[in-house]
């Protein structure tokens, strides 16, 4: 069985989402690491949307 590191589709809704409700957007890119934790791009996504929304300490 081969284990899928990404989903490009589901990431792409969630970066166009984040543009216009950056809160929502981040919840959803917590549910898809956990689906897909070895996304080092989505990794780096989350860093960037909680330092956009000011939570500092998680980023």
Not at 19 to 37: D, V
């Amino acid at each position: 069985m081969i284990k899928s590191f990404y989903n490009e589709i589901e990431l792409r809704k969630i970066t166009k989402l984040y543009k216009t409700n950056p809160w929502l957007g981040l919840q959803l890119l917590i549910c898809y690491l956990r689906k897909y934790p070895y996304d080092f791009i989505a990794r780096s996504m989350y860093v960037r949307m909680s330092i956009v929304i000011m939570d500092l300490e998680e980023a």
